[in-house]
């Protein structure tokens, strides 16, 4: 592999090394919040201070520039603990972080006044004050979604990529405006990016991307070229000192991870892809695989879900929202000025664009995001991750050390592509390996939430919501689980619950198209829903409405050869009495048939839920109490809702996805 001069890791300068030891303490402090642990890292910084004075023979070996970075990394960690140990996180070393009022709360009100100005309809209004104050709180639920399962929610985030086009508008404006001079047009727009900054109330990733543009900035004025890793340092010891309670957030690993991504793992991919090329595409390619390896492990850490279609859909989308903003921050800025002819048309052009963008991210969620979310990641999604990290690691240091790894300079050009050509595949395959496992695993969940009054179950490939559905949350943690489940019927007892299955229909209406002859099913025991249901023109043609009769006795019936217990939830109405007793005698019986002679008839085999209202006089307790007088034999597991809940059921003979651990 041809050299390529990856950035060093470590800093260049004694400025960076400084910034090194104060994130390097920020984060120490972070990770371990126990009581006293700054005044021991100062204890132990001074010990190591004063063991190099006493005895300064023992460093000699070491350069006298590399003498002189130790110095630095330790008068950072110093002066970090000891302002740690005065005033301990979460206040501010510099100054408070201010709250939404003044002329911060101000600018965004006169924002949202604008926008309602405009043109826009309702959505877009809330989805162009998303882009401009980059908060994703205003957007839609439906596009919030969309986005996220693109993994294009970044867009709306405070970030480099807002505040690289608002200082790009700007200096390339005071450019031509202050021809004569160099530095004025960096002071201007560095002004401007701090207005902007204080805006929006100084979110994390939006302080290192103005971080990062300073020390740019100002290397640019005194010819001095920034490198990556003193940026990176300065810029973390900078969120460290204003705003360390932010430091080690999930924000800020995101963004700084997204960055490191840019500055070590791109060129690595450069190098192996069509390397003489400099194309927008290749370029724009790199750059979302190299951001999205780098966000991987803090995305499944944090969020127990991943994007696998997101470097697809990053490589319009983020180019688009390039050209989205520009157009939005002229018409603001037009329409603040009050120009009546102008104005409206810059309005037109925002609109057509906020159009084609909001539309492209419903329909790329959807169809290209392939978001997947875990209980449990994969094991084989992780190690191959691993083995692309080592893969990384050994290219870039080959790069730095070329004989280290005995590479032969006499190699051929077509050995050398073939090289390359198959390391970048592997790491590109890395993303449809992602998508096929996780869709092919079966991970199907017996029993997923269990609540007084409400129940969530998958079996198969059929869903029951039992009971009353008041609890948002609840069927949003439950459609997470079951997001990779083609499913196939949809039971629900109460109106309630018809929100989420005409929102769980949407998946039988694009399996129509994809199954011509699928034959898909909607159950309820009330049939004035049932009637609803057939008049709702929005529902596929192929799609079932049943009627069925079930009362307050629900079966699940047993796996083909499998050790799942059968559940039943009995609600106490005594109308059901004898369907539920004669589902009892069914399943023992169908038991008797099944085990061999020399079972234990106190093995496990059923779980009975007991899920009595609060008004009913019936009491869980008294049934397991009179179990053998009922009728139930000891294979029957009694639990109120409660019990099920609260309980792992380590004692039964289960599957462990009934486990509450």
């Known amino acids: 592999m041809k050299k390529t001069n990856f950035p060093n890791l470590l800093p260049f300068s004694k400025g960076g090394f400084a910034g090194l030891g104060i994130g390097l303490t920020t984060g120490l402090v972070r990770m371990f919040p126990v009581p006293g642990i700054a005044l021991l890292s100062f204890t132990v910084y001074i010990s190591i201070l004063f063991l190099i004075c006493l005895y300064p023979k023992e460093i000699r070996f070491l350069r006298k520039q590399n003498r002189e970075f130790c110095f630095w990394f330790l008068f950072g960690c110093l002066f970090t603990s000891a302002i740690l140990i005065y005033r301990p ?10 709250a939404k009022q003044g002329f911060a709360l101000e600018f965004q009100k006169q924002i949202r006044s604008i926008l309602k100005r405009s043109s826009f309809s309702k ?13 994703s709180k205003s957007l839609p639920s439906s596009l919030k979604e969309k986005a996220k399962k693109g993994g294009v929610l970044h867009l709306f985030a405070a970030s480099g990529l807002h505040l690289g086009i608002f200082l790009g508008v700007f200096l390339f404006t005071f450019k031509k405006l202050f021809w004569f001079s160099r530095i004025l047009p960096l002071i201007l727009s560095l002004l401007l990016g701090f207005v902007y900054l204080y805006c929006l109330d100084f979110p994390v990733s939006f302080i290192r991307a103005y971080s990062f543009a300073f020390y740019s900035f100002i290397g640019t004025i005194f010819y001095r070229k920034a490198h990556p890793s003193d940026i990176l340092s300065y810029s973390s010891a900078t969120v460290a000192l204003v705003l360390p309670g932010d430091f080690l957030s999930v924000g800020f690993l995101l963004s700084f991870g997204a960055v490191f991504g840019i500055f070590y793992i791109k060129p690595i991919l450069d190098s ?8 927008f595409l290749k370029n724009n390619l790199t750059l979302s695989i190299a951001c999205s390896l780098a966000s991987f492990p803090f995305l499944v850490h944090y969020f127990h879900s991943y994007s696998f279609g997101s470097i697809l859909v990053n490589l319009f989308l983020v180019p688009f929202a390039g050209i989205v903003l520009p157009s939005l921050y002229l018409s603001l800025g037009l329409e603040f ?13 925002s609109e057509v664009l906020m159009k084609i963008f909001m539309r492209s991210v419903l329909e790329s969620g959807d169809r290209l995001g392939f978001w997947i979310f875990w209980e ?8 191959y991750f691993c083995l692309i990290c080592f893969t990384l690691i050994v290219l870039y240091f080959q790069d730095k050390n070329p004989f280290l790894f005995g590479k032969k300079e006499d190699d051929s050009k077509t050995s050398a592509f073939r090289k390359r050509g198959f390391i970048f595949l592997s790491i590109l395959c890395f993303f449809p390996f992602g998508i096929w496992i996780s869709r092919t695993e079966k991970n199907f969940e017996t029993i997923d939430f269990v609540r007084k009054g409400s129940a969530f179950f998958l079996r198969g490939k059929s869903v029951f919501l039992l009971g009353n559905c008041y609890s948002a949350s609840s069927f949003d943690t439950f459609r997470k689980k079951i997001f990779s489940v083609k499913i196939d019927e949809i039971y629900f007892e109460k109106e309630s619950c018809l929100r989420y299955v005409l929102e769980l229909s949407k998946e039988f209406r694009k399996e129509e198209k994809e199954e011509l002859h699928s034959r898909k099913r909607i159950q309820t025991v009330d049939p004035k829903l049932a009637e609803w249901l057939r008049a709702d023109p929005t529902l596929g043609k192929s799609i079932a409405i049943e009627k069925k009769k079930l009362f307050s006795v629900f079966p699940f019936p047993l796996e083909d050869g499998s050790s799942s217990p059968a559940v039943l939830r ?5 109308k059901s009495y004898s369907d539920l007793f004669s589902l009892i005698s069914f399943y023992e019986s169908l038991w008797k048939r099944m085990d061999p002679p020399s079972a234990s008839p106190d093995y496990i ?9 609060k008004w009913s006089k019936e009491s869980p307790d008294d049934w397991k109490k009179f179990q053998k007088l009922l009728g139930i034999s000891s294979s029957w597991k009694m639990m109120s809702v409660e019990d099920f809940f609260a309980s792992s059921l380590s004692e039964t003979n289960r599957d462990p996805s009934l486990s509450f651990h």
């Open 605 to 613: 085999k059923g779980i009975l839920i007991l899920d009595f209202p």
């Open 272 to 279: 192996l892809f069509l390397t003489k090329s400099k194309h």
């Open 89 to 98: 996180i979460p206040h501010s070393f510099i100054f408070a972080k201010p």
């Open 337 to 349: 000025l009050s120009l009546p002819y102008i104005s409206p048309m810059t309005w037109l052009f």
């Open 570 to 574: 009995f609600t106490g109405d005594k």
């Open 376 to 383: 449990k990641t994969p094991r084989s999604i992780l190690i």
């Open 123 to 135: 959505e877009e209004i809330l989805v162009a004050e998303g882009l401009v104050l980059g908060t």
